[in-house]
């Protein structure tokens, strides 16, 4: 009696409605079942989790069309009803009115059993943003690395007529005999600096480089870029603006490098503003293992196109810009594996946050 009254429990444990739910709830996938109507049956915790809600929000009777994240598998929940056939391997792109957050999807769906031609739909899906941002990210300096040795060869050989120029031009501005000559030697100079500036980028971008870690401070970085980018704000009459939380630890990282990341940040924003009316603000805090430094600008915002990636080699949106400054950001930031990005906040401007791990990165 004692074997027959174990066999009822072990068969009770494992009813299929109790168990069924445990799995449910516990599988890593988002799961969201919709009635013939686009009525949701169920949506498990990682469903609610994926698409930002609570359960509430996704409880059975809820219409899902009237949830403001609808529209893709409202698009897909009517193709699999056209065609009664399942759906699989589709991604779709999440957005949220009036915010700038945005999530990468990747979905399946198929019919759901019944007595009816058309009973509803099964959804199951996974939020793939962190897997294709470090796509892209992998992408962008596997470009880096081909194209910078493309590149150096050729930049090397530029460099040294560029600075005999420069140097004839410099010694024109202290000869000319008159006004106008040196207008023009100065005009000589002026844009032998600016083909200087732009070889020193592309030797950047096309160097190999390992990171110098050390044991330093956020508060040093950010002096250090502070430093780098005090001339142009002040030529520009643009305030810069600096805050550090009091209680950050100490980071491994290289500072001269990322330094090097966070001014030209800085830089691009002060380039952005409006001269005299600019405003430029730095802050660093700490984000859970990442120490997080923003620089928020109130000038016209990122003006980058739906797919367009700033973080691309040779992309610009600047007049003269060779497309590189962002490019070696990136591929400073991502050696230290940390992340840049960018948003344009509700409130105007642009905001780009630079997240480094206070534990070592990895070398490039």
């Given amino acids: 009696m004692e074997h027959e009254s174990k066999g009822v429990e072990d068969a009770s444990r494992y009813a299929l409605p109790t168990y069924a739910e445990q799995i449910l709830e516990n599988i890593p996938s988002g799961v969201m079942a919709l009635d013939r109507d686009g009525r949701i049956i169920v949506?498990?915790?990682?469903?609610?989790?994926?698409?930002?809600?609570?359960?509430?929000?996704?409880?059975?009777?809820?219409?899902?069309?009237?949830?403001?994240?609808?529209?893709?598998?409202?698009?897909?929940?009517?193709?699999?009803?056209?065609?009664?056939?399942?759906?699989?391997?589709?991604?779709?792109?999440?957005?949220w009115p009036g915010e700038q957050r945005k999530k990468e999807i990747g979905l399946s769906a198929s019919?759901?059993?019944?007595?009816?031609?058309?009973?509803?739909?099964?959804?199951?899906?996974?939020?793939?943003?962190?897997?294709?941002?470090?796509?892209r990210a992998n992408e962008i300096n596997?470009?880096?690395?081909?194209?910078?040795?493309?590149?150096?060869?050729?930049?090397?050989?530029?460099?040294?007529?560029?600075?005999?120029?420069s140097g004839m031009a410099e010694w024109l501005l202290r000869k000319a005999p008159n006004e106008e000559l040196r207008d023009t030697a100065n005009t000589i100079f002026q844009e032998a600096a600016h083909l200087e500036k732009t070889i020193s980028q592309f030797l950047g971008f096309a160097r190999p480089f390992e990171l110098e870690v050390a044991t330093c401070h956020a508060r040093t970085i950010l002096e250090r870029a502070e430093?780098?980018?005090?001339?142009?704000?002040?030529?520009?009459?643009?305030?810069?603006?600096?805050?550090?939380?009091?209680?950050?630890?100490?980071?491994?990282?290289?500072?001269g490098r990322a330094a090097q990341a966070l001014a030209n940040i800085i830089n691009?924003?002060?380039?952005?503003?409006?001269?005299?009316?600019?405003?430029v603000t730095v802050t660093v805090t700490r984000a859970d293992g990442d120490i997080l430094f923003?620089?928020?600008?109130?000038?016209?915002?990122?003006?980058?196109?739906?797919?367009?990636?700033?973080?691309?080699?040779f992309f610009s949106r600047k007049a003269g810009g060779?497309?590189?400054?962002?490019?070696?950001?990136?591929?400073?930031?991502?050696?230290?594996?940390?992340?840049?990005?960018?948003?344009?906040?509700?409130?105007?401007?642009?905001?780009?946050?630079?997240?480094?791990?206070?534990?070592?990165?990895?070398?490039?």
Avoid: Y
């Fill in 43 to 95: 949506a498990n915790t990682a469903a609610c989790r994926f698409l930002q809600g609570d359960a509430s929000q996704f409880a059975p009777g809820i219409d899902l069309e009237d949830l403001p994240i609808a529209g893709p598998f409202m698009d897909v929940l009517r193709e699999v009803m056209d065609n009664r056939q399942p759906v699989s391997r589709r991604e779709v792109i999440l957005t």
């Fill in 111 to 135: 019919l759901l059993a019944g007595p009816e031609d058309f009973n509803g739909v099964i959804f199951l899906f996974t939020d793939m943003t962190e897997r294709r941002n470090m796509e």
């Fill in 142 to 165: 596997t470009q880096l690395a081909s194209l910078g040795e493309l590149t150096a060869g050729v930049v090397h050989e530029l460099r040294n007529p560029v600075m005999v120029i």
């Fill in 227 to 255: 430093r780098l980018c005090q001339h142009r704000a002040a030529s520009k009459t643009v305030s810069l603006e600096t805050a550090v939380d009091t209680d950050l630890p100490e980071m491994e990282a290289d500072p």
């Fill in 268 to 279: 691009n924003a002060i380039d952005a503003v409006d001269e005299g009316a600019g405003r």
């Fill in 294 to 313: 923003e620089v928020l600008d109130n000038g016209p915002g990122v003006g980058a196109q739906e797919g367009e990636n700033l973080f691309k080699p």
């Fill in 322 to 364: 060779t497309g590189l400054g962002l490019a070696i950001v990136h591929r400073i930031i991502t050696a230290h594996g940390g992340t840049v990005t960018h948003e344009n906040p509700p409130g105007g401007g642009a905001r780009f946050l630079i997240r480094l791990p206070i534990q070592k990165g990895a070398l490039w």
